[in-house]
DNA sequence: CGACAACTTGAAAAGAATCAATTTTTGTGG
DNA sequence: CCACAAAAATTGATTCTTTTCAAGTTGTCG
């Protein structure tokens, strides 16, 4: 368990950075590169997985080998909740982007490292208002969703200083899609409908939003109360 | 046991809930009718709920004022996790039937009193299944959905020592429609489809199943890996 | 028995998926 | 740095499914 045998599974109790490590592959120091897994469905992980930077997908996988794409997670997430309740896990995640990650220890530390070690039964129950909010906004209406997208990741990137009107997708317009229940061609057509109304501009995954007001009524009003106990 | 602590309605420690002073009876011993809620969106509750008897949906309400049902909850179910994390509820639970629930300590108890204390970490985990599963459903054709429901629906009941082939549902179409994300008469549709091909009988809400294979090839295959993590 | 609610069924309309073709972007090697 | 190939995204036309609207029918409960 404790034994150090797998890269990047690595439970790293102390949550101390092994950085200087000078491997080549990143993975070991918790270095994801695009397109890299963090977890494949029906893994035995080692420990729950603090994002420090960049993105991934969690996902599954149906009968027709489609993505059914359950949560886009960003710095501050926590991944991987299996090892708290000894399972395997339900889903793959995998590296939008360049992405770090640190493993949290989460068996009975006497010394708990409060600084970097959020509460994991919070992070669960943050986990569920995610996923019911995503179950809502799969009940609206086509427009409805991709504007409630837009608008709740604009939230995210005001929360963290960015800009709410001007912002980078970092996930294609497939996984977007797979996000929302829609066709690819569906989410393409939408951004565009949204483009001819002036709501918004669209330079591939770059947007920026011109009358969020529109989006709101679209989307069906502000976030809802699952939503906005998001953060 | 831990019977001294009070029934939900109790406590009321800020006077919010005072207004139903001398209401029935059976509420404070944990018993509700069919209709009653045990919690509302918004509400401050004052401890998880393991449910012994009964049947009881969670939804919450969406702009239009419609039901977005996220779960239907069966004996050996808990509900409830605010109080773990400090939180109001996001969601309203009411009860389809008669029900009984307990109210479960949930702060440091330093004598666990086990047998009646399921860990409520994996029941939060349980319930991250839970919806990642109904979010995989909703992917999925009409037909798929129901189908799949059919077939949770008799596992359970198989589960519970009861018939695989013939039971009774607990609940309305309505309900129905607003866990699948279907419109009534959607449902009302499929399952009379399912009863022309001979699938199934239909009596009201009994419902007999005659050709659970069809179902299953319908339904897009056996339980995925989420949905067998169910229980 | 009667009134109301729940459920079923039908016809029409709306919406998204699919199929198909371009266009744009990205990545690679010369 | 450019050219080319491959991948991603957009757009159009058509088809298919589900919703919506509108009656009916059945069931429930006083």
């Keep these: 368990m404790t034994g150090q045998v797998l890269p990047f599974e ?18 070991a ?13 029906g893994e035995n992980i080692e420990s729950p997985h603090l ?3 960049g993105v991934l997908k969690s996902y599954v996988t149906d009968e027709n080998g489609e993505e ?3 949560g886009f997670h960003m710095p501050g997430d926590v991944v991987g909740f299996e090892p708290l309740v ?9 590296a939008l982007d360049t992405t770090k990650v640190l493993p949290l220890p989460h068996l009975g530390s006497p010394e708990p490292d409060t600084v970097n070690r959020p509460d994991l039964m919070t992070e669960m129950y943050r986990e569920i208002l995610r996923l019911v909010h995503l179950l809502q906004m799969d009940r609206g209406s086509t427009e409805g969703r991709v504007a409630r997208f ?3 990741y604009s939230e995210l990137q005001a929360q963290r200083g960015c800009s709410r009107r001007s912002f ?12 929302l229940g829609l066709a690819t061609e569906t989410v393409s057509r939408v951004l565009s409908r949204f ?7 669209v330079d591939n995954n770059h947007i920026t939003i011109h009358e969020p007001a529109s989006l709101l009524g679209t989307a069906g009003g502000p976030a809802s109360g699952v939503s906005s106990d998001l953060q």
Excluded: N
Aim: aromatic share 8%.
């Design 10 to 27: 690595q439970p790293d109790p102390l949550g101390s950075v092994r950085a200087r490590r000078s491997q080549p592959p990143g993975k």
């Design 29 to 41: 120091r918790g270095i994801l590169q695009r397109g890299e897994h963090l977890f494949h469905a």
């Design 51 to 53: 994002i420090i930077a």
């Design 68 to 70: 059914c794409i359950i």
């Design 86 to 94: 000894g399972r395997k896990t339900y889903c793959s995640t995998m």
């Design 150 to 152: 837009l608008l709740d």
């Design 168 to 179: 980078v997708l970092p996930m294609a317009r497939y996984d977007l899609a797979r996000y």
């Design 195 to 201: 483009r001819d109304r002036g709501w918004l501009s």
